[in-house]
Structure formats: C-alpha cells, structure tokens
C-alpha cells in the first residue's frame, strides 16, 4: 500500500482487492484501520517545526549514506497513520524514500520505524552542530547571532530566579528554571518553568492554558535574548501559575563559571 503526501493522490480505497491493500502487520496498523480513517492536513505549525528541524534534507538519504543534499520530498507519517500529526510521528523524507517507507515487498526488508526514528535524531543532531559553526564566504567568517544556551540568573531584593536554555534541535530550545520570592524566609515560595519553544529571530514565545482560573487565564511569557543575558516578560498577574508573588519577569544577565 502506498500512503502519499503528493497533491492529487489518493490513497488505498477500501473496495479494492485485499491484496492490494495488504500491510505488514509487524509494522503499520490493520488494513481496515488505515482504509477507514480520515485524513487530517498537517498543521501549519508542526509542519513548519518539520521542515525547519530537517532543513529538508532526507533522514534515511542522511541515515544510509550521510548525503546532507537539499531534496524536493514530503512529509511522512512514521505509524502509517494519516491523522496523526504529532511532530515526533513526522519526517521528512525525498520521494524515493517516502515510496519505500510506505510500500512492502516480499524481497526484501523494507524501512522499519526504530530505523527511520534513528536517522532522524542523528540528522537532527547533525544539523544542530553545522549551525552552530561560523559561515565562511571566500576570505570573510561571519559568525552566527549569539547562541542563547548557557545559564542566565536575576536576583533582586528577597527573590531571585535561574533559567537554564539547551538547543536540542536546529532552532528549537528547551528552557527550564526556577524563581522564588521571600528568600529571607526559610521556606520561601517558587516556581518552576519547562518548557520547549522555536526560536524566531532573537526571542520565543511561551504560552499556557490556565483552566483553574476564573475567568479563563493564558499565561504568556517573551523571552528576548542579547549578547550579555535575556530580558522575560511576562503579565504582572499571573493567576496562580507559581508561588505567590512569585515571578519569572526581569532582567536576566549571563551566569559565569563561578554561579550556582
């Protein structure tokens, strides 16, 4: 069976002869299940987040042969299913491999799913590293905006906060910190932050759902990066999202070797 991103194709219809239709079991779901379910457009969003982490480039061109060449491809669906567009069940792949991915033959061992999970982590790695290296054109470096991983802490008069930033994908950041208030207390109160984010030019943007608020709160939080820290901005009201009076807002400078 062959499941296709390309405009204008259809996939398997559920009349035809069953052998036609006939999946691997070992690999994808049931013949029934993949002919009946419906398909759904990948986000605007997650696809943008695919394409971004692939710089589309091939994972199993990249797996099996290390080739880094830009392809025309699509965006493949690693259960089989149409309807699931969760980031980490994409990834993009060249024509040729997203036919094989999706087709079975009894020649051969095709594409297994831990296989083609693997290419895409190491592709992914792999992408990270090159981008974090200076551009070189002719005789002139040009050296990348700063990237924002490292430590960054506030402290001000009885509170302080901690925000630590790793780049876990081209562009893609996962942040985590904590802040308190009443640090002349024994037990003063705190809050916590994790999350991951994409990076758009030199901030992300993080948002959350309150649905114990009254009424309906979303908790936002800008994050702007310069050279010697961070800047967050976050509402003065936080509606219950930490500790009271707790808050992750300020100006943050860059931790050195010698902060805790």
């Not at 491809?73 to 990834?91: C, F, K, P, T, Y």
Request: net charge negative; hydrophobic share 35%.
């Amino acid at each position: 069976m062959h499941i296709s991103e390309r405009v204008g194709e259809s996939t398997c219809n559920p009349v035809d002869q069953a052998d036609s239709c006939r999946i691997d079991i070992h690999r994808w779901p049931s013949t029934a299940t993949i002919a009946t379910m419906a398909r759904k457009k990948v986000p605007l969003d997650v696809e943008k987040e695919v394409l971004v982490r692939s710089r589309r480039r091939c994972a199993i061109c990249f797996g099996l042969n290390r080739d880094t060449t830009i392809r025309q491809g699509q965006i493949a669906h690693l259960d089989g299913r149409n309807s699931n567009n969760d980031s980490e069940n994409l990834v993009f792949l060249c024509f040729n491999h997203h036919d094989l991915l999706d087709s079975r033959t009894s020649q051969s061992k095709g594409f297994s799913l831990a296989e083609v999970r693997e290419y895409r982590q190491e592709l992914h790695v792999a992408i990270s590293d090159a981008w974090r290296k200076p551009l070189t054109k002719g005789e002139a470096t040009h050296t990348p905006a700063v990237w924002p991983e490292g430590q960054y802490v506030r402290e001000t008069e009885g509170s302080e906060a901690q925000i630590h930033v790793r780049l876990v994908a081209p562009m893609r950041l996962h942040i985590s910190g904590f802040a308190a208030w009443g640090t002349w207390r024994e037990c003063p109160n705190i809050g916590e932050l994790d999350f991951e984010a994409m990076l758009s030019g030199d901030q992300v943007t993080y948002t959350y759902d309150m649905p114990w608020a009254e009424p309906l709160f979303q908790y936002k939080a800008t994050i702007r990066f310069r050279s010697d820290g961070l800047d967050l901005d976050e509402a003065d009201d936080t509606h219950g999202m930490f500790g009271h009076n707790v808050s992750f807002k300020g100006i943050y400078r860059k931790a050195s070797e010698g902060d805790t």
